[in-house]
């Protein structure tokens, strides 16, 4: 009576606890069971998927052959793991690789030098040794026929521009700036203008132009170019030259700011520029 008793009791507590509260019947999957059955399921799979995501990662190296054939990009990217592993962990193995992988990307890259300086001497057209030449005294006749060119440009067009140059008594470098350009004017015949942005005249003419910092230079054109500036504080003549240069070139159409310091070719020179 008293074992029959207990039974009765366990199967009772057994069939309402939340494991097996019922007997579940999906008519579209088609499947039956107990809902204890289907909770037990349900953590061991979520037990089963925690320790697969806990397994380290294992990384299949690739043959040498494998890598020689590999791009710029993918060969970077393999060599980038090969060091992160060699200095965390320098084994002869790891160390081994790395070197290999660097072997492989010194030979590349001097296959590719090599291609180049031919394709550069059976190609001159794309040769650049013509316009930088690398021994001393080629660049000194580079250097040389392009500040002919500069100075014979600036001549031609120095009626047709003047200088305004915009001092402060409270500005130190004024007075040097006003030096500097009254002999680089003077020697090329461009009209200098000096105004002190301490008078009203002064400060408008400045505020209009577009004046941020005294003493400033800027350049205007009778060909109604837009006014830009050539020195700001102090520079030498020879860097005014080339900001003038360049800037005339640059606001009359010429050039374009993505060419503003490319040297002039020299191929061009002998013909003058326009």
Request: proline letters at 5%; charged letters at 25%.
């Amino acid at each position: 009576m008293f074992q029959t008793a207990f039974l009765v009791f366990i199967s009772l507590a057994w069939l309402s606890s939340g494991y097996c509260a019922d007997f579940y019947s999906d008519p579209q999957s088609g499947k039956e069971g107990w809902y204890g059955y289907q909770l037990y399921e349900q953590e061991d799979n979520e037990e089963a998927e925690v320790q697969e995501a806990q397994k380290p990662e294992i990384y299949v190296w690739p043959a040498l052959e494998e890598v020689k054939k590999l791009g710029a990009k993918a060969l970077g990217e393999l060599i980038d793991r090969a060091t992160d592993v060699a200095v965390g962990n320098p084994t002869e193995a790891n160390v081994l690789r790395w070197v290999q992988y660097m072997d492989i990307a010194r030979e590349k890259s001097k296959n590719f030098a090599n291609v180049a300086a031919w394709v550069k001497q059976n190609h001159p057209e794309f040769n650049t040794v013509i316009q930088s030449p690398y021994n001393y005294s080629g660049r000194q006749v580079a250097a040389k026929a392009r500040l002919a060119a500069m100075k014979e440009y600036i001549k031609n067009r120095a009626r047709k521009i003047a200088i305004l140059l915009f001092v402060a008594d409270t500005a130190p470098l004024s007075t040097p700036a006003k030096k500097i350009l009254k002999d680089f004017c003077q020697k090329r015949g461009i009209p200098l203008k000096i105004y002190d942005v301490g008078t009203d005249y002064g400060q408008i003419l400045a505020q209009s132009i577009g004046v941020n910092a005294v003493p400033q230079a800027w350049v205007i054109s009778k060909e109604g170019y837009r006014p830009f500036p050539v020195m700001t504080g102090s520079a030498s003549k020879n860097q005014i030259e080339a900001a003038l240069y360049r800037g005339l070139r640059i606001v009359s159409g010429k050039t374009d700011p993505q060419k503003y310091a490319d040297p002039l070719p020299i191929t061009m020179l002998s013909k003058g520029v326009e």
